[in-house]
């Protein structure tokens, strides 16, 4: 079981993927059954309910050898190399039930060390609300998958090859290791250093293992965006993030194209900022109120001359800008939330021009010397991740920091460094002494 579920990527930036064994591609689950069903005709209008189906029991533990649960402790042991913490997955306990000699009690204590480990291996230790604002999808592993490598662990005697398949293969999650291995432990300012390093680790883990063969990727403490194709960086700009008062959130969505000369939906949060302005136009339901306010295509729209087509949730995407000077800050936090690409539009002409897309840059010119707002789509659509990388790695195993422009790592850090993953509560304050009358 996962470990949600017991306690609920210079290279500086480009990621591949090795299967996590073949046997976890079989055995996938049975899809649902249609949630709709037909209605009873009028025989059977007096019918029972039928009754649902009995809870498929969880499968039990498999049995473990002894020299296999020597081979987890001594994984345990050393899984600080990877910026973990070998106390939280209790060797002691598992050392006790190995000398108790149950192999029953032995397996079920076996069982529960891997699936807290593979969880936090594939996934990240840190887990939901305090990794703060982070919303990318990562399916690397869950309950179905973990028990098959499980089974096929234990029965090909291959423990470590098993754990190590769940193990981020981008190159900077590589070097992040090696600066760790090289880093000491000894003051405070070390210390701080080390758990820098462990939390980015652990931030790489919450990334899906395969970012795919081409995609985007915005790192928002170092202000860049990144193009990268088969594992190298392509193409790499300047990039304004959300203010501290307009965060960006961490999510990855898939950019299908462009909108060339777009208009501008000015969110409703700063409506207000614009309501009855020259340039603005405001939108009437049909009441004749004003219900929300667009800003037309044309050289002072904030969105430039066109913004990626990029759903999701949050309403985030890349897009050019008329305030173009905010590229030479070297603090570059001043965006309502979404990410301002330097010479976007040379990004938009390869992507669009990719695969033998018809939209040549002079048909991409030609449209937005027109004024007219046009979707332009890519033949093949890619990934669009955008992080939140505090700490990076260089390849002699120095690191660089990035600023921590919301104040971040604080508390993830304190996750990282609680047993559960999650950020420890405040403690209560004492009761207050009520004076005596």
Same mark, same amino acid.
């Given at each position: 079981?996962?470990?949600?579920?017991?306690?609920?990527?210079?290279?500086?930036?480009?990621?591949?993927?090795?299967?996590?064994?073949?046997?976890?591609?079989?055995?996938?689950?049975?899809?649902?059954? !249609?949630?709709?069903?037909?209605?009873?005709?009028?025989?059977?209008?007096?019918?029972?309910?039928?009754?649902?189906?009995?809870?498929?029991?969880?499968?039990?533990?498999?049995?473990?050898?002894?020299?296999?649960?020597?081979?987890?402790?001594?994984?345990?042991?050393?899984?600080?190399?990877?910026?973990?913490?070998?106390?939280?997955?209790?060797?002691?306990?598992?050392?006790?039930?190995?000398?108790?000699?149950?192999?029953?009690?032995?397996?079920?204590?076996?069982?529960?060390?891997?699936?807290?480990?593979?969880? !936090?291996?594939?996934?990240?230790?840190?887990?939901?609300?305090?990794?703060?604002?982070?919303?990318?999808?990562?399916?690397?592993?869950?309950?179905?998958?973990?028990?098959?490598?499980?089974?096929?662990?234990?029965?090909?005697?291959?423990?470590? !090859?098993?754990?190590?398949?769940?193990?981020?293969?981008?190159?900077?999650?590589?070097?992040?290791?090696?600066?760790?291995?090289?880093?000491?432990?000894?003051?405070?300012?070390?210390?701080?250093?080390?758990?820098?390093?462990?939390?980015?680790? !652990?931030?790489?883990?919450?990334?899906? /293992?395969?970012?795919?063969?081409?995609?985007?990727?915005?790192?928002?403490?170092?202000?860049?965006?990144?193009?990268?194709?088969?594992?190298?960086?392509?193409?790499?700009?300047?990039?304004?993030?959300?203010?501290?008062?307009?965060?960006?959130?961490?999510?990855?969505?898939?950019?299908?194209?462009?909108?060339?000369?777009?208009?501008?939906?000015?969110?409703?949060?700063?409506?207000?900022?614009?309501?009855?302005?020259?340039?603005?136009?405001?939108?009437?339901?049909?009441?004749?109120?004003?219900?929300?306010? /667009?800003?037309?295509?044309?050289?002072?729209?904030?969105?430039?001359?066109?913004?990626?087509?990029?759903?999701?949730?949050?309403?985030?995407?890349?897009?050019?800008?008329?305030?173009?000077? /905010?590229?030479?800050?070297?603090?570059?936090?001043?965006?309502?939330?979404?990410?301002?690409?330097?010479?976007?539009?040379?990004?938009?002409?390869?992507?669009?021009?990719?695969?033998?897309?018809?939209?040549?840059?002079?048909?991409?010119?030609?449209?937005?010397?027109?004024?007219?707002?046009?979707?332009?789509?890519?033949?093949?659509?890619?990934?669009?991740?955008?992080?939140?990388?505090?700490?990076?790695?260089?390849?002699?195993?120095?690191?660089?920091?990035?600023?921590?422009?919301?104040?971040?790592?604080?508390?993830?850090?304190?996750?990282?460094?609680?047993?559960?993953?999650?950020?420890?509560?405040?403690?209560?304050?004492?009761?207050?002494?009520?004076?005596?009358?």
């Amino acid at each position: 079981m996962l470990r949600s579920t017991w306690k609920s990527k210079a290279m500086l930036l480009g990621l591949g993927m090795i299967p996590l064994t073949a046997a976890m591609a079989q055995n996938a689950p049975a899809p649902k059954a !249609d949630p709709i069903a037909p209605l009873p005709d009028a025989a059977a209008k007096d019918a029972q309910p039928t009754t649902p189906p009995a809870p498929v029991p969880e499968a039990p533990p498999p049995i473990w050898q002894v020299d296999q649960v020597r081979a987890l402790l001594s994984y345990i042991s050393g899984v600080g190399k990877e910026g973990l913490s070998p106390a939280d997955y209790d060797s002691d306990g598992l050392l006790k039930a190995l000398a108790a000699g149950d192999p029953v009690a032995l397996s079920a204590a076996a069982t529960d060390r891997f699936n807290r480990l593979s969880s !936090d291996l594939a996934l990240g230790h840190v887990r939901g609300d305090a990794r703060i604002d982070w919303h990318v999808e990562d399916k690397d592993l869950d309950k179905v998958r973990q028990r098959q490598l499980l089974d096929w662990a234990l029965s090909q005697n291959k423990l470590k !090859d098993a754990l190590d398949g769940l193990l981020p293969t981008h190159p900077q999650y590589a070097a992040l290791k090696d600066a760790l291995a090289k880093a000491s432990a000894g003051d405070a300012a070390e210390r701080a250093k080390v758990n820098r390093i462990r939390l980015n680790m !652990d931030r790489w883990r919450w990334l899906p /293992r395969d970012l795919g063969d081409r995609y985007i990727i915005v790192n928002v403490p170092s202000y860049y965006a990144t193009l990268v194709e088969n594992g190298a960086t392509r193409w790499k700009t300047r990039a304004v993030a959300g203010a501290i008062r307009t965060p960006t959130p961490q999510l990855n969505a898939t950019a299908v194209g462009v909108i060339l000369n777009p208009w501008w939906e000015v969110p409703p949060s700063i409506s207000g900022e614009v309501a009855g302005k020259a340039g603005f136009v405001a939108v009437k339901g049909k009441d004749g109120k004003i219900q929300r306010w /667009r800003q037309p295509p044309g050289p002072t729209n904030a969105l430039g001359q066109l913004k990626f087509v990029m759903y999701n949730p949050h309403n985030i995407y890349l897009h050019d800008t008329n305030a173009k000077s /905010r590229f030479n800050s070297s603090v570059r936090a001043a965006s309502h939330g979404c990410i301002r690409t330097k010479d976007v539009l040379t990004l938009a002409t390869m992507l669009l021009g990719d695969d033998n897309g018809p939209w040549t840059p002079e048909k991409i010119q030609e449209q937005l010397a027109s004024k007219q707002t046009k979707q332009a789509n890519f033949v093949k659509p890619l990934p669009v991740y955008i992080v939140y990388f505090s700490v990076a790695a260089t390849n002699d195993g120095g690191i660089v920091d990035y600023e921590d422009v919301y104040k971040r790592d604080g508390k993830v850090i304190a996750a990282l460094l609680d047993s559960d993953g999650e950020v420890p509560a405040a403690p209560k304050a004492p009761p207050k002494k009520v004076a005596a009358k």
